[in-house]
Every structure is written in structure tokens, then in C-alpha cells.
């Protein structure tokens, strides 16, 4: 595994991987607006911060096309905002007002844009992996060139549906790339004593899906391998999984003080940070200090601004309850 202050790489892309680091930042700078709103009494509900896992959601999703699908968690911020979803119109949707993502009504666990393929964050572990699969096999049906990306955590692969969605989707062999994201922890229980075996990648494998384990915090081998596999999915190749160890640096939600971790594991994993490593291995290849810097800023720049507006903008009125709700038909009180 590559960290901070190993040997240069050699042929570096640095401007493919300056705009990854461009997003990584934005994803860092957004999650921690997020939990000051939640401090300061502006989000209503629980925020499961992906400070740490940057390098998943960059890694993926910008090797997508703008067309391709997305299904994401609770833990979903990262992926939405990787996906080219609007940071102001998703921090309007934290603070519950209007010119959210979902009009103010879904929070952080319901956020969705369909306009950039992401099809919705889910406050179900594992729920989205069928959602994934169903709308891998309508593309499939219909003949379309688009692929689905599927971001599950490690906690998920214990549940139901991810058998049921992994065994679905090579059994009609559908356009979809599952992605392990193991942050080592199912909330605030370590997820190696909940897993027999060796876990997400053998268990595809088992189904006939090829599979690889990666460094989910080096976000050049992500880039890379995230960008081959994409493209063999799109091909036609079928299902594929990549099973990627990452860490997240705060508690399963952000008033989880992760008090059941060891502060050695929590140090240790402040030294394999994405952000820094990729930083590293960009100013290895040249990229000037002041440049970095200035990647960074722009990015507390532009979440400072995000927040400032969502604060400022009105809730939606009580008139608009009652919209987007789905009414087909007529309740029946009598079933028979």
C-alpha cells in the first residue's frame, strides 16, 4: 500500500488526479459544514459523516458517465456530491428548506438527483443493492449503454438482500459494479466479529462474480482500478465487485463520540488519511505547495457560502405536505 511519503510514483495524470483531489476536499469540507449545522440546531436528524472514505466515493464515481446510476447509503453524502450533485441544493435538503435535492423533505439519508443518475441515498443497510439490481436489469431491457454503481457498506453483506441483489444480477449477468465500502465497522460493532469468512469479494466470487480487494484510501490504485472495471461493465462483461478497506475518522453518526474504538486504531488511521496520501504523491510529481493549498481553500470557500445560503433560504410551506406523494387509486377499508 502506497502512503504518504513513500517512493514518487512514475507517469502520474496529474490533472485527472488534481480533480479527484479537487473532490475529495469538497467532500471533507462539505461534511464538516454538515456537522456544524447539526450543532448549531439546523439539521433536524442524524448525519453519518464519510470524513476518511473521500477516496471511495472520488475513486467511483468519477469514472462514471453523467447518465450511469448511482445507489448510495446513509453514509451517502460523498458518493452524491462525487456523482456532480449540486453541494447547495444538497445542504438545503440537510437543513430541511426549500431548493433541496428532494424540496427539503428526504434529509441526509434521502437525498437523490436524478438529473445526475443518483437514484437516492437509503436509511436501510443493505436495501439499496435490489434497488441497484432493478434498475440494472431495466437498463439492460431496454438496451441502454449506462451502467449502475452500487456503494454498500461492509455491515450490509451480512443481510438478505445482498445475496438476493449479487445472485440476481449474474444470474441475468447485468451492467452493475457492487462496491464494498469497509470502513472495518457495522455502526459500533467491529464487523470481523459479525463475518464468517473472508467476506464481500469471496462471496461474489462464490456467485460466479470476479471480485478484488483494494486500499479504498489510495486514490490513485481506486482510480485505476475503479476506471477498468467500469469499462468491463460496460462492455458487457457482466457484474463485478471490489471490495475496498477504507476507515471513517468519526462515529457512526456525528454525535457518536466512538468511544468503543481504540485511539491507537483511530491515530494510526489519521495517518493513512486519503486526502494527505493523494496530496503526497501530487506534490512528488511536481504539483507546487501553493497550488495544493489552494485546492484546499476553494473548498471551505465554497461550503462556507453553501452553508451561509441554506441557513438563509425559507422552509418549504406547509401547502406542499401533501405534494409528491404517490395517491394511485383508492384506499379500500375492507380487504375482502
Same mark, same amino acid.
Given at each position: 500500500?502506497?502512503?504518504? @511519503?513513500?517512493?514518487?510514483?512514475?507517469?502520474?495524470? #496529474?490533472?485527472?488526479?488534481?480533480?479527484?483531489?479537487?473532490?475529495?476536499?469538497?467532500?471533507?469540507?462539505? !461534511?464538516?459544514?454538515? $456537522?456544524?449545522?447539526?450543532?448549531?440546531?439546523? =439539521?433536524?436528524?442524524?448525519?453519518?459523516?464519510?470524513? @476518511?472514505?473521500?477516496?471511495?466515493?472520488? @475513486?467511483?464515481?468519477?469514472?462514471?458517465?453523467?447518465?450511469?446510476?448511482?445507489?448510495?447509503?446513509?453514509?451517502?453524502?460523498?458518493?452524491?456530491?462525487?456523482?456532480?450533485?449540486?453541494?447547495?441544493?444538497?445542504?438545503? !435538503?440537510?437543513?430541511?428548506? !426549500?431548493?433541496?435535492?428532494?424540496?427539503?423533505?428526504?434529509?441526509?439519508?434521502?437525498?437523490?438527483?436524478?438529473?445526475?443518475?443518483?437514484?437516492?441515498?437509503?436509511?436501510?443497510?443493505?436495501?439499496?443493492?435490489?434497488?441497484?439490481?432493478?434498475?440494472?436489469?431495466? =437498463?439492460?431491457?431496454?438496451?441502454?449503454?449506462?451502467?449502475?454503481?452500487?456503494?454498500?457498506?461492509?455491515?450490509?453483506?451480512?443481510?438478505?438482500?445482498?445475496?438476493?441483489?449479487?445472485?440476481?444480477?449474474? =444470474?441475468?449477468?447485468? &451492467? #452493475?459494479?457492487?462496491?464494498?465500502?469497509?470502513?472495518?465497522?457495522?455502526?459500533?460493532?467491529?464487523?470481523?466479529?459479525?463475518?464468517? @469468512?473472508?467476506?464481500? +469479494?469471496?462471496?461474489?466470487?462464490?456467485?460466479?462474480?470476479?471480485?478484488?480487494?483494494?486500499?479504498?484510501?489510495?486514490?490513485?490504485?481506486?482510480?485505476?482500478?475503479?476506471?477498468?472495471? $467500469?469499462?468491463? #461493465?460496460?462492455?458487457?462483461?457482466? &457484474?463485478?465487485?471490489?471490495?475496498?478497506?477504507?476507515?471513517?475518522?468519526?462515529?457512526?453518526?456525528?454525535?457518536?463520540?466512538?468511544?468503543?474504538?481504540?485511539?491507537?486504531?483511530?491515530?494510526?488511521? /489519521?495517518?493513512?488519511? &486519503?486526502?494527505?496520501?493523494?496530496?503526497?504523491?501530487?506534490?512528488?510529481?511536481?504539483?507546487?505547495?501553493?497550488?495544493?493549498?489552494?485546492?484546499?481553500?476553494?473548498?471551505?470557500?465554497?461550503?462556507?457560502?453553501?452553508?451561509?445560503?441554506?441557513? +438563509?433560504?425559507?422552509?418549504?410551506?406547509?401547502?406542499?405536505?401533501?405534494?409528491?406523494?404517490?395517491? $394511485?387509486? /383508492?384506499?379500500?377499508?375492507?380487504?375482502?
Amino acid at each position: 500500500m502506497t502512503q504518504a @511519503g513513500d517512493a514518487p510514483r512514475r507517469n502520474l495524470d #496529474v490533472a485527472r488526479l488534481s480533480a479527484h483531489l479537487a473532490t475529495m476536499w469538497r467532500i471533507r469540507a462539505f !461534511e464538516e459544514a454538515a $456537522i456544524r449545522g447539526l450543532k448549531d440546531g439546523l =439539521v433536524l436528524g442524524a448525519i453519518h459523516p464519510s470524513i @476518511g472514505q473521500e477516496a471511495v466515493a472520488t @475513486g467511483v464515481c468519477l469514472n462514471l458517465d453523467r447518465a450511469d446510476l448511482l445507489l448510495s447509503t446513509h453514509r451517502g453524502h460523498g458518493h452524491t456530491l462525487a456523482k456532480g450533485a449540486d453541494a447547495g441544493a444538497m445542504m438545503r !435538503e440537510l437543513f430541511g428548506r !426549500e431548493g433541496g435535492t428532494c424540496g427539503g423533505k428526504g434529509g441526509s439519508m434521502h437525498i437523490a438527483d436524478f438529473g445526475v443518475g443518483m437514484l437516492g441515498a437509503n436509511g436501510v443497510v443493505g436495501a439499496n443493492i435490489p434497488i441497484a439490481v432493478g434498475a440494472a436489469h431495466a =437498463v439492460k431491457l431496454r438496451g441502454g449503454s449506462e451502467i449502475v454503481a452500487c456503494l454498500f457498506g461492509d455491515g450490509a453483506i451480512n443481510r438478505g438482500p445482498f445475496l438476493e441483489g449479487l445472485n440476481w444480477a449474474k =444470474v441475468f449477468d447485468l &451492467p #452493475v459494479l457492487f462496491v464494498c465500502e469497509d470502513n472495518t465497522w457495522s455502526a459500533t460493532t467491529r464487523t470481523a466479529d459479525l463475518t464468517a @469468512g473472508e467476506g464481500a +469479494a469471496a462471496r461474489a466470487r462464490s456467485l460466479g462474480i470476479p471480485a478484488q480487494m483494494l486500499d479504498g484510501n489510495d486514490a490513485i490504485a481506486l482510480d485505476e482500478a475503479a476506471r477498468a472495471e $467500469i469499462a468491463t #461493465v460496460r462492455a458487457g462483461g457482466g &457484474p463485478r465487485l471490489l471490495h475496498v478497506k477504507t476507515y471513517r475518522l468519526t462515529g457512526h453518526t456525528a454525535a457518536d463520540a466512538a468511544g468503543y474504538r481504540d485511539p491507537a486504531e483511530v491515530e494510526a488511521a /489519521h495517518g493513512r488519511d &486519503p486526502i494527505a496520501r493523494l496530496a503526497a504523491a501530487l506534490a512528488q510529481a511536481g504539483v507546487p505547495a501553493e497550488r495544493l493549498e489552494a485546492t484546499r481553500a476553494d473548498a471551505y470557500a465554497e461550503m462556507e457560502r453553501v452553508y451561509d445560503d441554506a441557513r +438563509a433560504a425559507p422552509f418549504p410551506p406547509a401547502s406542499g405536505a401533501y405534494e409528491d406523494v404517490q395517491d $394511485i387509486g /383508492h384506499p379500500r377499508e375492507r380487504a375482502f
